[in-house]
């Protein structure tokens, strides 16, 4: 069945991109840039993750007052920077979104 | 620190990410009920594909009655950032048996990593030997069985739910919540910057290839100033 097959594909491709590295270490020697590049992929990903999800509004850059999601996400970066505290972070950021909603 | 207290790490600091991830597992339920597909694969594709976005995009390209080789293309691309946590664990579970690295690259995900990046920077600073794999196995274990409960949510009783409580946005900022503390260095910072931007930019290239574009643009940006400063 196709549906079953696709997601066995899927599944196999996923796993073996996640698998790459983690198999190939030890067994190829990667360029000396590579190891500076290392440091940077948390902050790197995540923000890529994260950053569009506030800046845009339907595929479309909105940093008007209007993109509560943005200023909400704000708030949360300084909270996030003073504390360092996951749940008050996420509280925080939860807590703008819907006072600003409420505006 | 023993296997058990590692696992606990892991698997703590995990939590409060499934408060983003359940509410998405819940919403990709009820996207692949839409798209046609039955509520049996739906459930399965969670445990074999295992990645969040790239479950949403196959069930809609299903849906619509795409090729078999453009899904399953898009599904790699969408997936490719996961060549980077790869690379970024890759040197911590190095002496470790396959079966390890096999169980642990299957449970990699950005939720995963990104409640372990921490405490496996941590642990590589602390007294050996590592337990850098307790802690991913805790956090992936944790992920793993949030995303089995939340999509079976879905599927069960997710077509009775409100479409927009706003609660996925747990997960940008959960996603806030770990990587602000970690910039520590302006060369964190620009990197930061510049993948942002970068992913902003590129957000309407095809099959979220701005994301991996973007986390790209943080990489050289960060390592060419790294290197300046280090």
């Given amino acids: 069945m196709t549906l079953w097959g696709l997601m066995l594909v899927c599944g196999v491709l996923t796993f073996a991109i996640r698998y790459s590295f983690i198999a190939a270490e030890g067994h190829y020697r990667p360029p000396p840039w590579f190891a500076l590049l290392l440091p940077f992929v948390p902050v790197a990903a995540l923000t890529a993750l ?9 595929g479309a850059l909105d940093v008007g007052a209007g993109n509560v999601r943005l200023w909400a ?11 360092r505290n996951t749940l008050l972070t996420i509280g925080s950021g939860f807590l703008a979104l819907f006072l600003l909603q409420q505006l | 620190m023993s296997p058990g207290e590692a696992f606990s790490i892991g698997l703590r600091a995990v939590m409060p990410l499934l408060l983003g991830v359940a509410p998405f597992g819940v919403i990709y339920g009820v996207v692949a009920l839409q798209s046609g597909i039955p509520a049996l694969a739906a459930m399965a594709m969670s445990t074999i594909v295992f990645a969040g976005s790239a479950q949403f995009l196959l069930a809609q390209l299903v849906g619509a009655g795409a090729p078999f080789l ?14 980077l946590y790869s690379a970024s664990v890759a040197p911590v579970l190095a002496r470790l048996p396959q079966r390890w690295k096999i169980l642990l690259a299957y449970l990699l ?28 196995l805790g956090s992936g274990v ?5 995303w089995q409960v939340s999509t079976l949510a879905g599927v069960l009783i997710g077509s009775s739910l409100p479409a927009d409580m706003g609660l996925d946005f747990a997960l ?7 990587v602000v503390p970690m ?9 930061a910057i510049a993948a942002g931007a970068a992913a902003v930019a590129l957000a309407a290239l095809p099959y979220k ?3 991996f574009l973007g986390a790209l643009a943080g990489l050289a940006v960060g390592a060419a100033l790294g290197r300046k400063t280090a």
């Fill in chain 1, 50 to 58: 994260t950053a569009p999800e506030l800046l845009l509004v339907g």
């Fill in chain 2, 109 to 136: 995900t950005d939720e995963a990593y990104a409640a372990a990046i921490p405490h496996l920077l941590a642990d590589a600073r602390g007294p050996q030997p590592s337990r850098a794999h307790w802690i991913l």
């Fill in chain 2, 209 to 211: 290839l701005g994301l």
């Fill in chain 2, 172 to 178: 940008p900022l959960t996603f806030i919540a770990i």
């Fill in chain 2, 183 to 191: 910039i520590s260095t302006r060369a964190l910072f620009a990197a």
């Fill in chain 2, 70 to 83: 453009l899904a399953a293309g898009a599904v790699g691309l969408v997936n490719l950032r996961h060549a």
């Fill in chain 2, 142 to 146: 944790g992920l793993w069985s949030g």
């Fill in chain 1, 73 to 83: 996400g704000l708030v949360a970066i300084v909270v996030a920077a003073i504390w």
